[in-house]
């Protein structure tokens, strides 16, 4: 998709209009595994015919216990799933499920991010609904009308030890067609950034409440969120001028889906 692209000091806006998105999911991960492992998920078992969904241990025979009345014989659940249709079921490789989705984007691109590490996660976090909380009060829009996204991906230092890094940094416009917000954003990024600081103006809390940045959609990040982790760089993008580039040019694309997930 051909897209915008902005400069605001060091940072740069990429606004792409209806991009596609896919929403991967790879199925139940194993806890016990290390983070950069959990990916590699066995998926989710179906039947590939009429799509019945079987748990793990309903593909194992089960074990006889004259104990138990309810196991009389030591037949699995895909007996009778057999007795109704013809899909063979297995237990590894399954399925992922998603779907697609076309929207307005506008990504966020900090220079040298990644090096940062997790406190560039929690800082990303913060940043996308701190300009939500400001687009909501400048452009008056209701806050469900943009979802938030960090992207990251674990990588090991030198030691051996994990951690997270920022991928990606984007915003999604919700309303079918585009509402035209994003771009209104990105040229106004300033503005918004002011917006997000009065909106911040004499708060207190130690990171984040219900107040400044959370809410019940984003309750799943509450703890990466830290408001005074960005009101520096709010400050400093509130004294740039917001310049336009060439346009962005369309990626061919090598493969269905997407590259990493969220």
Not at 63 to 85: F, I, L, P, Q
Not at 194 to 211: D, F, K, M, T, V
């Amino acid at each position: 998709v051909a897209g915008k692209r902005f400069q605001l000091g060091l940072w740069q806006l990429e606004l792409r209009e209806q991009e596609d998105i896919w929403f991967i999911n790879h199925g139940l991960k194993d806890v016990r595994k290390m983070d950069e492992e959990r990916g590699q998920s066995p998926g989710f078992p179906l039947c590939p015919i009429c799509g019945e969904f079987f748990k793990p241990h309903e593909l194992s025979p089960k074990k006889s216990n004259k104990k138990d009345e309810g196991e009389k014989d030591g037949r699995s659940r895909t007996d009778s799933h057999a007795k109704r249709c013809i899909g063979q079921i297995k237990k590894e490789p399954g399925f992922a499920l998603g779907h697609q989705l076309r929207a307005d984007t506008l990504r966020l691109v900090v220079p040298n991010i990644t090096a940062q590490g997790e406190e560039a996660v929690r800082w990303a976090w913060s940043m996308v609904y701190a300009m939500i909380q400001g687009a909501v009060r400048l452009f008056e829009i209701d806050p469900e009308d943009i979802e938030a996204y960090v992207l990251t991906k674990v990588s090991k230092d030198d030691d051996g030890k994990s951690h997270q890094e920022v991928l990606d940094i984007l915003w999604i416009d919700r309303i079918v067609g585009g509402s035209g917000v994003l771009n209104r954003l990105a040229q106004h990024f300033p503005k918004v950034a002011q917006a997000a600081l009065n909106h911040l103006a004499g708060h207190e809390c130690p990171n984040s409440c219900y107040r400044c940045l959370r809410s019940y959609r984003n309750q799943w990040w509450h703890k990466m969120l830290d408001w005074r982790l960005i009101v520096p760089h709010l400050n400093g993008a509130t004294g740039e001028t917001v310049e336009r580039l060439e346009t962005v040019q369309p990626a061919a694309a090598a493969v269905e889906g997407p590259e990493w997930e969220e």
